[in-house]
């Protein structure tokens, strides 16, 4: 039986929600698209400069869920960067 996923605390919005490699009509492009929790993640540890311990605290989950949603979302960015894909950031609620 699967665990039932924990709610995540959501504090910070993106400045956008889509972003796209520039000259390239978005019809004709590839879409990755980040989850919240990942946008999250990343706005914590790499732009609120937080350790993954104190990251992982104020989105009330644990740090080995912590670092695998942030390695998720190196991954998708790192795919768009590389594929030239567009990234969306998916829907953002107050809470998961």
């Given at each position: 039986m699967v665990r039932p996923i924990?709610?995540?605390?959501l504090r910070g919005q993106?400045?956008?929600?889509?972003?796209?490699?520039q000259g390239i009509p978005l019809r004709n492009l590839e879409e990755v698209v980040?989850?919240?929790d990942e946008f999250e993640a990343l706005?914590?540890?790499d732009y609120c400069n937080l350790n993954q311990i104190d990251a992982s605290g104020q989105m009330e989950i644990s740090q080995p869920t912590f670092a695998r949603t942030l390695d998720r979302a190196y991954k998708k960015i790192a795919k768009a960067l590389v594929d030239g894909s567009?990234?969306?950031?998916?829907s953002f609620d107050a809470e998961l």
């Open positions: 924990r709610k995540r605390f993106p400045g956008a929600y889509y972003f796209k490699p980040l989850e919240a706005r914590l540890h567009a990234i969306k950031i998916s």
